[in-house]
């Protein structure tokens, strides 16, 4: 492993100095907001979780082209835009649509949901930012439920930054470890990379099988 890693430095590094670190951020930030705004953490979780936040910290802490608190504050403002887009998408778009359905089903589990996010919504929508599937699924869901918006406002704050910012720092600061940083930009580009392609790979079969 430290033979690849020595063996890609050099390439990784001549990367980052042609493109830029802009590019890098756009990557990570983008593929933060789209895993709530998007839903696309509904079905490939793992690409806007934990580990892309680590693996970009272990990168920032292995050049000085990545500047991690402009990185860490990126992600906090991704997260925080795209809880919002979902919360306003399940507001203006989910709840008429499921109010027209007339269900009794439906209108009792949107009851349910109403009562579940007027007792626990502020903290359930801090706690989903650190479980998968459902840091995508929240914000929607009590947008469908009406849940209050300051409560969600303030929620929402509070987990993008606790959870996008702590977790940039935490991949940074592991890097600090000499065992971890010199495997840190093949684990940190292997992990952002896989996120890539498994994300194109889902869309495109979501698109074939539509």
């Known amino acids: 492993m430290h033979l690849i890693a020595a063996a890609l430095d050099g390439p990784l590094q001549d990367f980052l100095n042609t493109s830029g670190p802009f590019l890098f951020y756009l990557v990570v930030w983008s593929l ?4 709530t705004g998007l ?3 509904v079905f490939v979780p ?8 680590f693996a970009a910290g272990l990168i920032a802490a292995s050049t000085d082209n990545i500047n991690i608190a402009i990185l860490a504050v990126g ?5 925080f835009l795209g809880d919002q887009v979902g919360f306003v998408l399940g507001r203006h778009y989910g709840r008429p649509y499921l109010d027209k359905r007339k269900s009794p089903s439906i209108a009792k589990w949107v009851a349910r949901s109403e009562k579940f996010y007027h007792t626990w919504g502020w903290s359930a ?8 599937w459902m840091r995508s ?6 947008g469908v439920a009406r ?12 987990g993008a930054v606790v959870w996008g910012t702590g977790m940039s720092f935490v991949g940074y600061f592991a890097a600090q470890n000499d065992s971890i940083k010199s495997v840190a930009y093949v684990i940190g580009f292997g992990f952002i990379s896989a996120s890539i392609v498994v994300g194109l790979v889902t869309w495109k079969r979501d698109r074939e099988a539509k």
């Open 32 to 35: 933060i907001f789209a895993g």
């Open 125 to 132: 929508v801090v706690i989903a930012r650190f479980m998968p």
């Open 147 to 158: 849940m209050n918006y300051y409560k969600f406002l303030s929620a929402n704050f509070v």
């Open 46 to 53: 793992f690409i806007t979780g934990d580990s892309l936040l």
């Open 75 to 79: 992600v906090g403002i991704s997260a």
């Open 137 to 142: 699924l929240i914000p929607p869901v009590a």
């Open 39 to 41: 839903l696309i953490g």
